[in-house]
């Protein structure tokens, strides 16, 4: 890597030209990611991605005038002091505040970039564009509150909002929750089967670890398997199934740490208090997240709770 200090004016045209066409594409690959959801949110960086393309041109004239027809590719990963951007790809999902966040970090670094270049040259006519390309970007700035006032308009943004509330519900929240509720439950079975079998808190405690653990894997290459989310917009597979087999694990381990104490009953009865709310804490977040009215929630968790947790009694009693 170079550093920008040791770039020539040639190199420092061919940077620029670089940079702008890098946010160009940006901009047109953050207007088709959100146009299915955020259509008035895409046309704003549509407009923003054709301003980026008329500073490019006017740089690669005043390349061509001076140097020629062939510009060297100078990246901004090849010279120092520049941020680190990813492709829009390798994020999904992403929110659409994170978005504009990066894209005011974006404008940031373009300012800095231009009026540094300008110091740094001599060429008049060169500081003279670099400078103005400063002030266009100061008044990007300007020009994106502008299309945010026209195209994002009070219902506009109730009903983004509104859907940026469904793919956290579809991205995050269902597949959290389907974890927690498998790991809450499914491991009471061979937990307090063990134990009661047992009657040793250090055997409950390996049962639950590997139960938890166990699910938890299971749960998340289940979850990444059976939906890519190319059809149903529930995101990324890897992010789905991480949060599934995360929850699912959390779900388990925790009426498995109460078998750390190695008094047997005070093991015992602590573990079944933290399932109680475990199971209030499912109960909540359906009521919260997914509209069912608590007490149906609560109904149905724990029945299908208690049920998993007398079978483990009564194996681990007939053992």
Do not use: C
């Amino acid at each position: 890597m170079r550093n920008f200090s040791e770039l020539s004016e040639q190199e420092v045209l061919a940077l620029a030209i670089s940079l702008e066409e890098d946010d160009e594409r940006t901009y047109e690959n953050y207007a088709e990611y959100l146009r299915a959801t955020y259509p008035e949110s895409a046309a704003i960086f549509t407009a923003m991605s054709e301003e980026e393309s008329g500073h490019r041109h006017r740089l690669i004239e005043l390349y061509h005038e001076r140097y020629g027809d062939f510009i060297p590719q100078i990246r901004r990963t090849d010279v120092h002091g520049f941020m680190p951007r990813s492709s829009i790809w390798l994020g999904r999902p992403m929110g659409l505040e994170k978005i504009r966040e990066q894209v005011e970090a974006m404008e940031m670094e373009s300012l800095r970039f231009y009026r540094r270049a300008a110091r740094q040259t001599r060429d008049a006519s060169l500081r003279q564009l670099l400078d103005d390309l400063a002030a266009a970007e100061r008044k990007h700035e300007e020009r994106a509150e502008s299309l945010v006032a026209q195209h994002l308009t009070p219902a506009v943004r109730e009903e983004e909002d509104a859907s940026e509330r469904r793919l956290f519900l579809l991205q995050i929240v269902q597949p959290g929750l389907a974890g927690l509720m498998d790991g809450s439950v499914s491991t009471l079975a061979p937990i307090f089967a063990a134990a009661l079998a047992t009657h040793r808190s250090h055997d409950a405690l390996l049962v639950g670890l590997a139960a938890s653990l166990g699910a938890g894997i299971s749960m998340a290459f289940a979850e990444a398997a059976t939906d890519n989310g190319s059809l149903t917009g529930r995101g990324s597979p890897i992010l789905r199934g991480g949060v599934t087999g995360a929850m699912t694990t959390l779900g388990g381990i925790g009426h498995t740490l109460p078998f750390l104490i190695a008094n047997f009953q005070l093991a015992m009865t602590v573990a079944v208090l933290v399932v109680i709310v475990e199971l209030a804490a499912i109960s909540w977040i359906r009521n919260r997240f997914m509209d069912t009215p608590f007490l149906r929630a609560a109904f149905q968790v724990v029945v299908g709770g208690v049920l998993v947790f007398l079978t483990g009694i009564l194996i681990g009693g007939a053992g």
